[in-house]
């Protein structure tokens, strides 16, 4: 079965970077992009942009762009989303998540960033 | 970007109710449009694909239609499972965007 699973918690200080990873399995990790989708504690859902695992192509919403990359390690099928620049605004759960066509997602990863 | 408006933000009913939910997108999505659920301390889950199609596993309560500009996930009769957060998302052109949510209680 598809499963995605994800790196645990990361308590980050301001300025600093995280890179969370999202190991997956029972599918071609090739063949589907993978999104990122992170929520604030209490608030709703926020998507971040996504991973073609195949070529590598990304795209990035604006809002993220210059501090966010995401990369994928096709020898061991594992995505990973990294952040840059923290601030206490990036506190936040990090999902990475197969949502076209089918719906699969990781357990999510919780970042803090406090100093 | 799309702006998806969802309405109402939060909704009380009792059980065996029948609920809706609404999300108004911006601009023409055609039916680029899942609904989603997330209950507390779990990831979300997709309960309608392609605005009216139900997901496999999902309970046929649930239902989603379109009325004009309107995308509307709609629970026949509630029951108390079914608490949680709703989510619309549109899939239609990037950036993709989730609407502000709906919180479902009991009464």
């Known amino acids: 079965q598809v499963q995605l699973v994800q790196s645990g918690a990361e308590v980050k200080k301001p300025g600093a970077s995280v890179k969370v ?78 949502i076209l066509p089918s719906d699969y997602w990781g357990q999510g990863t919780l970042v803090i960033v406090s100093s | 970007d799309i702006q998806m408006t969802q309405s109402p933000s939060s909704l009380s009913a009792n059980v065996g109710d029948r609920v809706s939910i609404t999300c108004r997108a911006s601009q023409g999505i055609r039916k680029d449009l899942g609904w989603y659920q997330q209950k507390p301390g779990q990831a979300p889950k997709r309960l309608i694909y392609s605005a009216t199609n139900l997901q496999g596993g999902a309970p046929s309560r649930f239902s989603g239609s379109i009325s004009g500009a ?15 957060t709703y989510y619309c998302l549109q899939h239609n052109s990037y950036p993709y965007t989730f609407g502000q949510g709906t919180k479902l209680e009991i009464k």
Do not use: H
């Not at chain 1, 990790?29 to 991973?51: C, E, K, N, S, T």
């Not at chain 1, 966010?68 to 998540?97: N, Q």
């Open chain 1, 21 to 98: 990873s999202c190991k997956t399995s029972g599918y071609t990790f090739i063949g589907y992009p993978m999104y990122w989708v992170r929520q604030a504690p209490g608030q709703g859902l926020d998507w971040m942009g996504w991973i073609n695992p195949n070529t590598g192509a990304t795209y990035y919403v604006q809002k993220f762009e210059g501090r966010v990359t995401m990369t994928r390690d096709t020898s061991s099928d594992t995505a990973y989303m990294e952040l840059s620049s923290l601030t206490s605004d990036d506190t936040a759960v990090y999902y990475c998540s197969l």
């Open chain 2, 70 to 84: 309107d995308f509307i996930l709609t629970i026949s009769s509630l029951q108390p499972e079914d608490v949680a």
